[in-house]
């Protein structure tokens, strides 16, 4: 499988960002899905996670409440909505999927990557 992350950018803190993550490939709706990101001098870190239904989903505690992740089967692509941004949150984001029936947290655990979406968040 192909992934294709964007929606990337520049905002203020306090402001909002949708990054979308594009698949090709085999079946998207056989895949967990998750986002990561990765800041500058640390390591990728889990973000959020979302089962192939889409009906489970998993957050990080430093983002839970601000973000929501979810799938679109149909066009196969998933989504992180992002709110409430703060400068901690600048990174490179990444999506990804698994097989497997479970929302993993740890990198290892996935299969497949996407090239990564820059978010920074000014103060």
């Known amino acids: 499988v192909q992934l294709q992350a964007s929606g990337g950018g520049l905002v203020q803190a306090g402001g909002s960002l949708r990054l979308s993550c594009a698949a090709s490939?085999?079946?998207?709706?056989?895949?967990?899905m998750g986002w990561f990101r990765q800041a500058p001098g640390k390591g990728r870190e889990f973000v959020a996670g979302v089962s192939q239904t889409g009906d489970s989903t998993y957050y990080a505690g430093s983002v839970k409440g601000r973000f929501t992740i979810s799938r679109d089967n149909a066009k196969n692509t998933v989504y992180l909505q992002m709110n409430s941004l703060k400068p901690v949150d600048t990174a490179v984001y990444y999506c990804?999927?698994?097989?497997?029936?479970?929302?993993?947290?740890?990198?290892?655990?996935?299969?497949?990557w996407g090239q990564g979406t820059q978010v920074t968040v000014s103060s």
């Open positions: 990804a999927s698994r097989s497997g029936n479970f929302i993993a947290t740890l990198r290892r655990n996935y299969d497949y």
């Open positions: 490939g085999r079946t998207f709706s056989s895949f967990v």
